[in-house]
T-cell receptor
Framework: AQRVTQPEKLLSVFKGAPVELKCNYSYSGSPELFWYVQYSRQRLQLLLRHISRESIKGFTADLNKGETSFHLKKPFAQEEDSAMYYCALSGRAGNKLTFGGGTRVLVKP | DAGVIQSPRHEVTEMGQEVTLRCKPISGHNSLFWYRQTMMRGLELLIYFNNNVPIDDSGMPEDRFSAKMPNASFSTLKIQPSEPRDSAVYFC?????????????FGQGTRLTVV
């Protein structure tokens, strides 16, 4: 079974402050992990994928297999980062994509 | 490619009526997913298809919900009869085969209101 847990439903930070969104997963094999962002009333958009080790809009995420985590970080939050963020996992077989419960980020001026 | 296309964007219907949501995945994608999003329950996977075949429908709430994928370029999610608690945003998503490191692409969603 594959499971994704995002323990924080809401994160409120001030502009310029660091922000970290936690994501823990459960999967017996080697997963593919993703972060998605959803701005108000819009579609989910792919933000990051662990396989590419890239930085998008200042966000980075590191896969920690020992802790089964894939936390999302940004050193200096901007107001336009206010959105809903979802962590997602896909197993190597079957193509099923499972999402966590989501974390709402509110960046205050 | 225009991306994943869903129709209608908004649907308001009366309780007891049949509702059909439509999805056109990205050409060449092997998998298609239907998700439901609500404030209370977040994003729930209802069903997904691989190569037009339903693989996992364990998320379908009850027999009132059914989904089909008659070919690689079209899928429907039907609710019959609809109830007020079905009010939600329904997203369709598609992706290539697993192992590519590429995630799923989402449609704009259908906002369903059952009154």
């Amino acid at each position: 079974a594959q499971r994704v847990t995002q323990p924080e439903k809401l994160l409120s930070v001030f502009k310029g402050a660091p922000v970290e969104l936690k994501c823990n997963y459960s999967y017996s094999g080697s997963p593919e992990l993703f972060w998605y962002v959803q701005y108000s009333r819009q579609r989910l958009q792919l933000l990051l994928r662990h396989i590419s080790r890239e930085s998008i809009k200042g966000f980075t995420a590191d896969l920690n297999k020992g802790e089964t985590s894939f936390h999302l970080k940004k050193p200096f939050a901007q107001e336009e980062d206010s959105a809903m963020y979802y962590c997602a996992l896909s197993g190597r077989a079957g193509n099923k994509l499972t999402f966590g419960g989501g974390t709402r980020v509110l960046v205050k001026p | 490619d225009a991306g994943v296309i869903q129709s209608p964007r908004h649907e308001v219907t009366e309780m007891g009526q049949e509702v059909t949501l439509r999805c056109k995945p990205i050409s060449g994608h092997n998998s298609l997913f239907w998700y439901r999003q609500t404030m209370m329950r977040g994003l729930e996977l209802l069903i997904y298809f691989n190569n037009n075949v339903p693989i996992d429908d364990s998320g379908m709430p009850e027999d009132r919900f059914s989904a089909k994928m008659p070919n690689a370029s079209f899928s429907t999610l039907k609710i019959q009869p609809s109830e007020p608690r079905d009010s939600a945003v329904y997203f369709c998503a598609s992706r290539q085969r697993t192992g590519t490191g590429i995630g799923a692409f989402f449609g704009q969603g259908t906002r369903l209101t059952v009154v």
